[in-house]
């Protein structure tokens, strides 16, 4: 079976979240370092089943090292109300020209990811040539449910070996997609990516990239792989 569309992930993937992450840093009052060398060692540790967590625990358990004066419910609200998320000068350098050589070879292009509701908005006005995005918030299911990648196969009508999906996680990417039928792919980057790159799990992507230029110059190994699937 031909590989006939690719979808994204968003953080980590398409976008960097140094400044996402540096933000809650900032408005915590933490300096950024002390902030991310505590993420790293919440992720590396893996205990309570951190390792197959959404980053709202994460984050809990961070604040808990950083800032163990803090009550986590509160500072949640009340940095929703501020927090801005990513914005178009966090996307990767490489993100639109991987995209855009793509679809230069036919490929159709769709983006699908957990995240809020206002990157909609965001990712609309990147420039990035998609034809599809799905937004968990807006979706109402959020990975590694399998409900968010038959939405994937409900919005393109395509059969699911037919479709890549590009990732960081393991846990939620490269696994749900796995077991979905999908082509997954994992890119190394970010503290997700890096971390679970040592996962046994990653070997069920079909490719592991450590970027996306890597990506297009590539994809006979992905077409070999839709076509096992298949």
Request: with cysteine; aromatic share 8%; proline share 7%.
């Amino acid at each position: 079976m031909r590989l006939a569309a690719i979808f994204f992930d968003v953080g980590e993937t398409l976008v960097d979240e140094t400044e996402v992450w540096g933000g809650w840093a900032d408005w915590l009052g933490v300096p950024r370092l002390t902030f991310f060398a505590a993420m790293g060692a919440v992720l590396a540790r893996g205990s309570d089943g951190l390792e197959r967590t959404e980053e709202r625990p994460v984050l809990r358990e961070v604040l808990r090292l950083v800032r163990p004066d803090v009550d986590f419910a509160a500072a949640a609200q009340q940095r929703g109300d501020t927090e801005q998320g990513f914005t178009l000068d966090d996307l990767y350098p490489d993100a639109l020209p991987c995209l855009l050589a793509l679809r230069e070879r036919g490929y159709r292009i769709g983006i699908a990811a957990n995240q809020p509701a206002r990157a909609d908005a965001v990712l609309r006005r990147s420039g990035l040539p998609f034809e599809w995005l799905l937004i968990s918030e807006l979706e109402g299911v959020q990975k590694p449910d399998p409900a968010f990648f038959e939405r994937i196969m409900q919005v393109t009508g395509l059969p699911a070996a037919s479709v890549a999906y590009v990732g960081d996680r393991v846990d939620n990417d490269v696994i749900p997609a796995h077991e979905a039928g999908l082509v997954p792919v994992h890119i190394r980057r970010g503290p997700w990516g890096v971390l679970q790159s040592e996962w046994p799990d990653v070997e069920r992507a079909a490719l592991r990239l450590d970027s996306l230029r890597e990506l297009p110059a590539r994809l006979s190994e992905l077409e070999a792989a839709a076509t096992r699937r298949g």
